[in-house]
């Protein structure tokens, strides 16, 4: 999956308002999305992670989810929470700046990279 791939949702939200929804990681529940963006090649969540770590915010790019149910509002992300734990810290003023997206963008696909050549 390229970095571009990253930042656009691979699974249908049309119509949806992703705001509050619960966010799965493949290994438990990480919290609350806070804000979801749906831009054309540059969409994303953040999620409020609460007590989890330490009420912290996660940004996540669109392409980690893997799928939406809206009878349960909840997203499920391809990540495990170690992995989203681990990734670039996220900081409201840098959300739009290139390179932090890139860095993101880069950690997130690697991720996802590795676990397909595994499979």
């Known amino acids: 999956m390229s970095t571009v ?7 249908t939200t049309t119509g949806l308002d992703l705001t509050g929804y619960k966010v799965e990681a493949r290994d438990g529940s990480i919290g609350k999305i806070d804000e979801a963006t749906y831009d054309a090649g540059g969409s994303f969540i953040v999620v409020d992670t609460g007590p989890w770590i330490f009420g912290k915010k996660v940004m996540l790019p669109a ?57």
Do not use: C, H
Request: glycine share 4%.
């Open 5 to 11: 791939d990253m930042w656009t949702f691979s699974t």
């Open 63 to 119: 392409g980690v989810i893997d799928s939406v149910d809206p009878d349960t509002e909840t997203v499920f992300v391809s990540q495990e929470k170690e992995e989203i734990k681990n990734a670039p810290e996220y900081d409201e003023d840098m959300r739009n700046d290139t390179a932090f997206r890139d860095d993101l963008g880069t950690y997130y696909g690697s991720r996802r990279a590795s676990r397909d050549e595994i499979v």
